[in-house]
């Protein structure tokens, strides 16, 4: 009989938690969707806030603990060494928001509410933030299994979750210096199209009505 690998090890242990992370990230998505109901209310006919929740896959689990490691890669001698639970975002929540200024209210909300998460922002590669993130426990429904959320501007959340689905399978071409180039133009772009639109809103007077 073959050896276990840690890769079955973490696999076993991803199934026995399959519970835990799907309360997480029903109690998460519910928090964050009454904590933001009052913004969503006041929302004018341009401006749009979207919450989506997700659960990380196993294999995709695996994979990002593995990428962690020194060299990219588990000790075989030591399979029990290694947890899932080392992952702050197996059970995971975005907020997409239009325009900034909403986001910044629906962060603010949040922060109102999950005062002791850990605080990690995405980042352009200059080291600008371009869309804060937080981490950790909903006490709640598991004191296992840490959960994730995220406010995202629209355009580029949803670049993302595009660019998330086209390149998972293709890490080497997705870290590439010239993917990565090209990434960081369509976050530039996204970002000034977003403000150019805010800016445009802010500035536009409807125009007398014609009788």
Not at 157 to 177: C, D, I, P, Q, T
Request: charged share 30%.
């Amino acid at each position: 009989m073959a050896e276990r690998t840690p890769e079955d090890t973490l696999r076993e242990e991803y199934f026995n938690l399959v519970p835990d992370i799907r309360r997480v990230m029903w109690y998460l998505e519910a928090e964050v969707r009454y904590h933001t109901r009052h913004i969503l209310q006041r929302l004018k006919p341009h401006e749009k806030l979207a919450v989506k929740s997700r659960v990380k896959e196993c294999e995709s689990a695996v994979k990002t603990l593995r990428d962690r490691q020194e060299g990219r890669t588990f000790d075989p001698d030591r399979p029990g060494d290694y947890s899932l639970l080392d992952l702050p975002d197996l059970a995971g929540v975005r907020v997409l928001v239009f325009p900034n200024s909403r986001l910044v209210e629906v962060d603010n909300a949040l922060r109102d509410h999950f005062p002791n998460w850990l605080g990690k922002p995405v980042k352009d590669d200059s080291g600008a933030s371009l869309a804060p993130k937080y981490y950790g426990y909903c006490e709640k429904v598991s004191r296992k299994v840490r959960g994730e959320y995220q406010v995202d501007p629209m355009l580029l959340g949803l670049f993302w979750e595009v660019e998330h689905s086209a390149m998972y399978k293709f890490r080497e071409v997705a870290n590439s210096k010239e993917m990565q180039m090209h990434r960081s133009d369509v976050q530039r772009a996204l970002s000034r199209f977003e403000a150019g639109i805010e800016s445009f809103v802010q500035d536009y007077t409807e125009p007398p009505s014609q009788t």
